[in-house]
Nanobody, 123 residues
């Protein structure tokens, strides 16, 4: 089965950084798109950024522009999300999700999801 496992979340002070990981098993990035979503308590799940097997990157969250960087590590079969200059508004559960074959913003378009990793930004 296709599976995704997120890791790397934690408690960070405002202005800090984290590098999240999304390990793929049962498949690879080729022919797929992997997106990061986040969800704060009481709010809708929203797309942050996505990378496709053909190399395209799509930014969805305006608040993450210039602070969020997505990358693919072929040796690890893992998608990474580097987040810099974290703000309190970035707090939430971060999920990675997969779909065929290209990036898409709506969460409903993704059929394979990880369990999520908690990111808490607080002083």
């Amino acid at each position: 089965q296709k599976q995704l496992v997120e890791s790397g979340g934690g408690l960070v002070q405002p202005g800090g950084s984290l590098k999240l990981s999304c390990e793929l098993s049962g498949f690879t990035l080729e022919g797929h798109a992997i997106a990061w979503f986040r969800q704060a308590p009481g709010k809708e799940r929203e797309a942050v950024i996505c990378i496709s097997g053909i190399g395209g990157i799509m930014n969805y969250a305006a608040s993450g522009k210039d602070r969020f960087t997505i990358s693919w590590n072929n040796a690890e079969n893992t998608v990474h999300l580097q987040v810099n200059d974290l703000k309190a508004e970035d707090t939430g559960v971060y999920y990675c999700a997969a779909r065929l074959p290209l990036c898409s913003g709506p969460a409903v378009n993704y059929l394979t999801w990880g369990r999520g990793t908690q990111v808490t930004v607080s002083s």
